[in-house]
């Protein structure tokens, strides 16, 4: 998962313990029916994979008991808490986190899915210090961009509390592991736009484009900002009043990149009414 989908919707490493390949899901009650606990844990965490969360998570509980080794408690606890955090359970996700943390204090997924739990609870300062133990841990790691990633997500949770020189001085260090990394330009953009510096936030949206992000993508948030400006200024969401108020330039510029977003494939029928209504 990008850092991007960080700001965006969701945030954590993917947390799947694979021990053995599996060609298939599996169903939870053929995961129990298994009695070797390495095979069953393989098989649940491909439930994890393949996006089939309340299906891991109950195979998971079905060898929690009879699974209790260290590796497996530390392996089934993970997994149930990535489960747990896709299926927005976040206190048992920290649960979950927690016990396997008791067994491995340095277990770096259990530190990112507890981290992940922190913040959607809003325990900022919590999630900042989970990920800022695995930066620490992974200081020599040779995964630079998986380094500048962690990095982001540590400069973001910064912002949202407010703390803008420490979000500015972890966001450096990203982009100078990645300077390439679009997802970086898009958060920075995204910060801009919630101070209201909208041409800032267009300017970096435009950076993440010219460093490979996708324009399809891109000019979703363009569009969206765009919008957002002018109902900002206008204090109106109503597109015949905002059509009324706009200068020619305004919503040449709006229509410019709503169009654009659709005409690459956004499929948003309030926009599709934005510009029956005002883009001429």
């Not at 694979?18 to 009695?35: E, F, G, R, Y």
């Not at 900022?124 to 982001?152: C, G, S, W």
Request: net charge negative; proline share 2%; charged share 25%.
């Amino acid at each position: 998962m990008t850092v991007r989908s960080v700001r965006r919707s969701t945030v954590t490493v993917a947390i799947l313990f694979l021990l053995n390949a599996v060609a298939v899901p599996a169903s939870a009650a053929s995961i129990a029916a298994t009695n070797d606990c390495e095979d069953q844990i393989a098989a649940a965490s491909l439930l994890n994979s393949s996006g089939d969360y309340a299906g891991a998570l109950a195979a998971f509980d079905a060898i929690v008991e009879e699974c209790d080794g260290k590796s497996e408690r530390i392996a089934i606890q993970t997994n149930r808490a990535h489960a747990l955090n896709r299926l927005g359970s976040y206190t048992e996700a920290y649960t979950a986190a927690n016990a396997a943390l008791q067994d491995d204090d340095e277990h770096l997924f259990a530190l990112s899915e507890r981290a992940y739990a922190n913040e959607r609870m809003g325990n900022i300062d919590l999630a900042i210090a989970d990920y800022n133990r695995i930066i620490e841990l992974t200081e020599k790691n040779q995964n630079v961009a998986e380094r500048a990633t962690n990095y982001a997500k540590v400069a973001d949770l910064y912002y949202k509390q407010g703390n803008t020189a420490e979000a500015q001085a972890n966001m450096a260090k990203a982009i100078e592991l990645d300077p390439t990394n679009p997802d970086f330009a898009i958060i920075q953009g995204d910060w801009a736009a919630s101070s209201g510096d909208y041409d800032a936030a267009q300017s970096s949206y435009d950076q993440a484009i010219a460093k490979g992000m996708s324009e399809a993508e891109a000019y979703q948030i363009k569009a969206e900002t765009s919008v957002k400006q002018v109902q900002e200024k206008y204090g109106t969401t109503n597109a015949q009043e905002l059509r009324a108020q706009m200068s020619p330039a305004e919503t040449e510029k709006v229509c410019s990149d709503v169009k654009k977003a659709i005409d690459l494939g956004w499929m948003n029928p309030q926009m599709d009414m934005f510009v029956a209504l005002v883009c001429k």
